[in-house]
T-cell receptor, first 111, second 114 residues
Framework: QKEVEQNSGPLSVPEGAIASLNCTYSDRGSQSFFWYRQYSGKSPELIMS????GDKEDGRFTAQLNKASQYVSLLIRDSQPSDSATYLCAADGGGYNKLIFGAGTRLAVHP | EAGVVQSPRYKIIEKKQPVAFWCNPISGHNTLYWYLQNLGQGPELLIR????????DSQLPKDRFSAERLKGVDSTLKIQPAELGDSAVYLC????????????FGPGTRLLVL
């Protein structure tokens, strides 16, 4: 059973701080990794994708991938209350575009 | 560019009744997905289409669920008969291609079975 594990949270951070979200995956064959943001009652929207080891930055967001440790993370700098949402980590099912999603981490940014 | 369109947005039915959901993917996207999302969980794939062919339906409960994607564009997911445990959000997503491509989600259909 291929799995993606995330802490459910909630992760509470003050406005302006760095939020660090973590994810581990079980399938060593996974090649593509995605972070989706999901506001309550809304559908998931893509934040970042990452395919190679290392860091990938996009604005206030940085995704980090370590395939040896089967670990993916998302850093949100200068967190804003509008970042409060559930963040879903997803990994492809080892060579197929079948995404395996984690249960999500709920982030709460308080003023 | 228009996103993935789904209808209806909400549906309330009694158990044992049939229900159908419709999805129109982003124009040019050949791959279409139906996901089920329970409260507090991530989406789980039900079925994936490449054009009009269902290439992964291993998670689709075929005794009561069916899907089709005629002409390789719009898709319909049907449940007959619905059970209480089917209450969830049904998400449709599409991507340009099958491998490693970003999937874009529609707004979902929230189903409540009474």
């Amino acid at each position: 059973q291929k799995e993606v594990e995330q802490n459910s949270g909630p992760l509470s951070v003050p406005e302006g701080a760095i939020a660090s979200l973590n994810c581990t995956y079980s399938d060593r064959g996974s090649q593509s990794f995605f972070w989706y943001r999901q506001y309550s009652g809304k559908s998931p929207e893509l934040i970042m994708s990452i395919y190679s080891n290392g860091d990938k930055e996009d604005g206030r967001f940085t995704a980090q991938l370590n395939k040896a440790s089967q670990y993916v993370s998302l850093l949100i700098r200068d967190s804003q209350p509008s970042d409060s949402a559930t963040y879903l980590c997803a990994a492809d099912g080892g060579g197929y575009n079948k995404l395996i999603f984690g249960a999500g981490t709920r982030l709460a940014v308080h003023p | 560019e228009a996103g993935v369109v789904q209808s209806p947005r909400y549906k309330i039915i009694e158990k044992k009744q049939p229900v159908a959901f419709w999805c129109n993917p982003i124009s040019g996207h050949n791959t279409l997905y139906w996901y089920l999302q329970n409260l507090g969980q991530g989406p789980e794939l039900l079925i994936r289409y490449e054009n009009e062919e269902a290439v992964d339906d291993s998670q689709l409960p075929k005794d009561r669920f069916s899907a089709e994607r005629l002409k390789g564009v719009d898709s319909t997911l049907k449940i007959q008969p619905a059970e209480l445990g089917d209450s969830a959000v049904y998400l449709c997503a599409s991507s340009f291609g099958p491998d490693g491509e970003t999937q874009y989600f529609g707004p979902g259909t929230r189903l409540l079975v009474l």
